[in-house]
């Protein structure tokens, strides 16, 4: 059987790290790189407001070459639909096969993911499509994802949530009705460390502040081999 060569898009968080570490156990899966689209008036991920810098490190981390799809803000839909014809265009012409998502459960997000590369010659994957959420979040945490909150919806958690580890105590102190994985977009993560890292990174926890109705907690990526107070990982 040829292998599919993939192509993951990566958020950054933990749903995405996870599917590339599940990509990776299947052995009829050649892992191509990741793509990620970036917010190019904060230089940060769209919603997980991960700065770019941190992006590429974790691209490094992980061994794979990182796509920057940049987009303005505010992105009229023209723009954004002819900004991601052109990455769908790119991926073809690394000779990849499928793009591969990290979304769980919502079907919207899936339909989006199939509308996106429609017609392109690319098919989409969705490898922990449909994983019970609550069970999955607490096997993250268990196999070492290390990850941080980088964005909270106010309307749906507590902005405290903003900046706190993404680990047991955190799932524990969840309000009820709230998705483990912030599958209804609840909060979104930045993963420091994980099985799927060569090495982990070093970042600290910077200001949390509110910008379009959400709460951004900033992670600032360390040079290695600098000290610093209140590092998050390394």
């Keep these: 059987m040829k292998a599919r060569r993939v192509v993951l898009s990566w958020s950054s968080g933990k749903d995405s790290a996870w599917t590339l570490h599940r990509l990776r156990q299947d052995p009829d899966v050649e892992l191509v790189g990741l793509m990620t689209t970036v917010n190019t008036t904060h230089e940060a991920g769209a919603m997980h407001s991960t700065r770019l810098e941190l992006a590429e490190a974790q691209a490094r981390a992980v061994g794979l070459p990182l796509h920057v799809i940049p987009l303005p803000w505010p992105c009229p839909n023209e723009v954004y639909e002819r900004v991601m014809r052109e990455a769908v265009e790119d991926t073809l012409g690394r000779g990849a096969t499928h793009v591969a998502f990290g979304d769980l459960f919502l079907a919207t997000h899936v339909a989006f993911g ?7 010659g690319l098919e989409p994957l969705f490898p922990i499509w449909q994983e019970p959420t609550g069970p999955l979040a607490r096997r993250m945490v268990d196999a070492g994802v290390e990850a941080y909150v980088t964005c909270v919806d106010p309307r749906k958690l507590p902005a405290s949530f903003a900046g706190r580890r993404f680990d047991h105590a955190f799932l524990d102190d969840l309000p009820e009705g709230v998705d483990p994985c912030g599958e209804y977009g609840e909060f979104h993560t930045c993963v420091v460390a994980g099985p799927m890292f060569r090495q982990p990174l070093s970042a600290v926890r910077g200001e949390v502040v509110e910008r379009d109705g959400f709460c951004f907690a900033d992670l600032v990526p ?7 107070e209140g590092q998050a990982s390394g």
Aim: glycine share 14%.
């Design 114 to 120: 199939d509308l996106f590369l429609e017609g392109s």
């Design 222 to 228: 360390v040079p290695a081999g600098a000290e610093t």
